[in-house]
């Protein structure tokens, strides 16, 4: 219990100075027209609108859906109650950004690598020498997966309400990915049969147990996925036009990440058996979440963007573990399960080139980045104390992280 509240106020402490600072950036700001440095005059127009500085008002107005090279002529002597020069930009003075659409689909496909920050070991080659706390040869580990990419896709939906506000809604899922790895051993053992392999229940044979140990085959399987889902607000941020253009981001996130591993093995010490755990995990992550975006313009077709995501979410994680041991002094079947509500975090960077084909279409192709911390990964809630796992209670070990990241293309349509 006191695990928890510690956990729940470090995240309140940490989610506390990052809402004031983007409130602060967001709704402390002036009039969009003063944020700029414009001097707008009260009443009615300036004489000096009047006469040959009208020449700007006969000039078309800038499609922005071209490009800078397309746009008509600077003014020589532009309306000196228009700043800006907005009916006569010059792309060296005034740099216009494509308008944003009243709604927009955007569709990306990405392949998404999976990187557990932390690794465990489920096998040795020979008893753990004298003095040691460590097997000196690991021959089966999760250090073993490749990890390999797999499919992804993300889906978003906006809608801009005025020229500061959008709101955004998008669903992310990768594909499942699976991993196995396995080991066999015949070499003789003290007890005269064959197989030196030593799991993590006996130490790795600091103190070997018949019927979990003595093993000549061990294998490991691994499989996890994930969805998730955000609903957010954007706000435009008040900069002077230029090459950069911002907003800050404010919404709730969802993350869902299911598990499962099996750990199995066989021994013919003293006589032939074999042991099976199946671990199932899953981790319903929900919380709210600050961003922040920025576009660099190279001109009005092509940019780069920068988007950045924090999150202080619950995680309401649960694992269940079924085992089955054919031998020994602990020869049984069991199932145990637990579930428990503790504080995780999610932090998301993705940057990417975009370039526009036409004036409701673009293409992107970026790289993006996924770390989520204080997750209950299967591997890792493998109970290594065999009395504990055989008697109870279960065990939930959320400690764990993990990182997402990939390469990702997509093209953006809006109106």
Not at 136 to 160: K, Q
Not at 273 to 300: K, M, R
Not at 326 to 338: D, F, R, S
Not at 358 to 364: I, L, Y
Request: hydrophobic residues 40%; negative net charge.
């Amino acid at each position: 219990m006191k695990g928890r509240l510690a956990e729940k106020s470090i995240g309140f402490v940490l989610a506390v100075p990052l809402w004031t600072f983007f409130a602060a950036a967001t709704f402390a700001v002036e009039d969009g027209r003063a944020a700029l440095g414009v001097a707008i005059p009260d009443g009615p127009p300036c004489a000096a609108c009047e006469g040959e500085c009208r020449q700007c008002g006969n000039v078309p107005q800038v499609n922005l859906a071209v490009a800078p090279e397309n746009w008509p002529p600077p003014c020589e002597a532009c309306d000196p109650c228009d700043p800006l020069r907005t009916c006569c930009p010059d792309k060296e003075d005034f740099f216009l950004v494509p308008p944003r659409p009243n709604l927009y689909f955007q569709f990306d496909g990405a392949a998404m690598r999976r990187s557990p920050t932390q690794q465990r070991d489920f096998a040795s080659l020979g008893l753990l020498p004298a003095g040691a706390v460590e097997p000196t040869t690991v021959v089966l580990s999760t250090r073993d997966f490749s990890y390999d990419f797999t499919a992804a896709g993300r889906f978003l939906i906006g809608h801009t309400l005025n020229e500061c506000l959008q709101i955004e809604g998008s669903y992310l899922g990768i594909t499942e990915s699976r991993d196995s790895a396995a080991v066999r051993d015949r070499t003789p053992n003290q007890l005269g049969g064959v197989g030196n392999l030593f799991s993590p229940f006996g130490g790795f044979g600091d103190a070997p147990i018949l019927g979990l140990d003595y093993n000549n085959f061990a294998e490991i399987r691994y499989a996890s996925s994930l969805q998730g889902a955000e609903l957010n607000l954007r706000r435009k941020l008040p900069i002077v036009p230029c090459r950069l253009t911002g907003s800050v981001m404010f919404g709730v996130r969802y993350i869902g990440i299911p598990e499962d591993f099996d750990y199995l093995t066989s021994t013919a010490t003293p006589s032939v058996s074999s042991a099976s755990f199946n671990i199932e995990t899953d981790n319903q992550l929900v919380g709210p979440q600050i961003g922040a975006y920025f576009e660099f313009y190279e001109s009005n077709r092509w940019w780069i963007t920068v988007d950045m995501k924090a999150a202080v979410m619950n995680n309401r994680s649960s694992q269940s573990t079924h085992y089955r041991i054919g031998g020994g002094p602990y020869a049984g079947e069991n199932t145990l399960g637990v579930r428990e509500d503790h504080t995780a975090f999610a932090e998301e960077l993705a940057v990417a080139a975009v370039f526009r084909w036409t004036p409701r279409m673009s293409a992107r192709l970026g790289y993006q980045a996924l770390w989520i911390q204080n997750l209950a990964l299967a591997p890792n809630n493998l109970n290594a104390d065999i009395g504990l796992l055989a008697l109870g209670p279960a065990q939930l070990n959320h400690r764990s992280s993990t990182v997402y990241h990939g390469p990702f293309a997509g093209v953006t349509i809006g109106w």
